[in-house]
């Protein structure tokens, strides 16, 4: 499969690099230093994109795919309201794999936690701890937590320090006990593994937006 | 409802007087300063008995329990295997809830910790922290989970010190991302509550062994 | 000794009496159900008097025992600058043992903090968990904490949940290694414990304000 | 500097490499895949030795730096006795770095839990995370802090999974407060950090053998 990955020079565009090259054929594409500078500047078209890169950057890509009818996966997080409308408006036309913690790891945290939630009567609070050049806070996956635990008023806060990978705690407090759940990224590579798994699971879907849950669980919700 | 409390005296049993006498008038049983001795020095039958002794004592309280016919809620742990026999046997005859952590919260740790490893390839670790008079290692607790997740091959480690009252910890050591799910006890009120909810749940089942499992989850499994 | 305890029905205020009463004369002071709804009640002065109910009360225990010259410990928080400033005024006259924290185990983990924050070249956050009642956040505890550290710029975040005593976290984040300190409070029994300390502690020293330091090292820092 | 890193092809050996070559002329010494497969092979002598490969190899490296007269900085684990003093016998004649855990932060780490231990009454224990290829448990590491506490009888645990770089915990259980420390190894790079940073030290020091308390406390101990 040929393989385009947008902000492939970033930390995890270049570790979903190194996975995918293993098997698959892949033209590197960042603003700086890469093999191509744009998605337009590629002499063949790619059987899919990968952007690595950041939220603006990625609903080109998305407009760019649509064009071509080339299946998408989107590895970084940050949209606004805005950017997740166009990129909605893609998905009609193509398939399109959005999660804004691609490892497979916080799709079974996210699962567990929710079951916590459902059996626990108890006040939920989210912690998460990520390196001091991440510029969102809360991270895109506790702002999703906070989502899915939404009937429980989780309130959320967080740390930004060293070269921290990437720490979500959820914490239940019950009367007279405590509950915690913990995910640690030790390594890009849980997200390049996860982005790679997506690569190759969604290349043959149906147009529509896809999760994490998605590719875990196996059933496809398809939109329109 | 009239309940006998072997073990009135101990942690454990004071809490669970402490929340039982609310509701229902309870006989406090203890070896040593307690209203009665043993539990033939009641001068009338009680409703049911609720064992928070030790396990040596409890096999003699399923005994007289047994022969009086009485629903028994047992409440302490460290069980051998010929006392789980005679449990068993009692079983046949009268409801026994036995369970070696009577918090609601332990068994939904439990639950959780299934569903992660069930749909999270990893290496299994539990860790458990005691206070420093707890007289076995590893913990009935620790070792109902290191059972429930056998086929993971979960290892065991543990910690004795001060007053802690009870924490649990698994690990779930994925390849490049760890998942940890913590419960902790914050008071004894916690497996107090516990045994209030199953003296009330089991005192109209059929005969059988239940656990906290069939509490929560509503289907009684019940044994022969 | 006689020691009046304001704020004896609270919760500190409860446990402070549990271990006092054990070798002194206590007066139970608290405008509810109580032997005496305000200091001025009383028939006879005490020898010290100890405030663990409320900012507001604890300045006007710092008034009342300024006029009667007796050693005041103040086992409350959440003082603004202006009753800080009466209690100042006070010590003038008066032996005031003032902390925000009254364990010994925190003031140790503070000494440590510092320790690290010294020779560790790191981002540090301050992480504080407190009951869902706790009308203050930050807590007292982490706003000291913020301050000793200041030098470093901590960031400060705090959770709300169940009847968590007071667990307080600090995260250095160096650049490929992470400390943390976690101070855990597992019962009041351990801030009644330090109160006790201090009631000692502070009955022969001179006017001055004190805190924990003082009494762990030893070294009265004596102002004015 | 011309450093010669034996065991170069290793996880920590390839880390330090990637430090050292910045600034130094590095000879790689690996049996397998390397520039050299044996110190024996090089055709010019180093300013210094490196060994970042496996015990028994590092008292090999420790007989030829002493043959050569040349500093070295062992930064492997697991010696026996016998292989300890034969580092012994090359320190009289060299100075030799031996530090079983080469980060500056857990130097830190065992300083604040020095400092905790002899200030807070508690119950001690040590609890180690490694990844599952790490052959030695308790690591070395956490070997040296039982030694360090050994006063405070620490009891001492550990887990292996995944590819968990390091974590050490240090938990003190007070009577109704608990004080916990941990370091978190992000990455090799602390290691590989500690590893360049104890060559750059340790160049110009006369013989004996030194460890990271020497280097951040700048307080040469010399032995013999």
Redesign the interface.
């Known amino acids: 499969m040929k393989i385009a990955i947008v902000g492939a020079c970033g930390r995890l565009g270049a570790a979903v690099c190194e996975i995918l090259q293993k098997k698959h054929e892949i033209f590197k594409i960042d603003l700086k230093k890469s093999q191509y500078s744009c998605l337009e500047e590629l002499n063949q078209p790619p059987d899919m994109i990968v952007d690595a890169s950041c939220a603006a950057q990625s609903v080109r890509s998305a407009a760019f795919a649509n064009i071509l009818g080339l299946p998408l996966v989107i590895a970084c997080t940050g949209h606004d309201e805005q950017q997740l409308e166009k990129i909605a408006f893609a998905s009609q036309s193509i398939p399109v794999f959005l999660a804004y913690n691609m ?4 799709q ?2 996210k ?2 936690a929710q ?2 939630a459902e ?2 009567e ?4 989210i ?1 998460e ?1 990520h390196h ?1 050049n991440k510029k969102d806070a809360p991270s895109g996956t506790a702002k999703e937590i906070k989502k899915l635990l939404d009937y429980y008023n989780p ?1 959320i ?9 990437g720490t979500h705690e959820i ?1 239940f ?15 890009r ?2 997200f390049a ?1 996860g982005v790679a798994a997506a690569s190759e699971w969604i290349v043959d879907k149906p147009n529509g937006i896809y999760g994490m849950r998605d590719l ?1 669980h196996g059933d496809a919700v398809i939109h329109r």
């Open positions: 490892s497979v790891g916080v079974v945290f699962d567990a079951c916590i059996n626990f108890s006040d939920v609070h912690h701890i001091k309130t806060s967080y740390a930004r320090g060293g070269n921290v990978i914490d407090f019950g009367e007279y006990e405590t509950i915690t759940l913990t995910h640690t990224a030790l390594s590579s849980c593994n875990t």
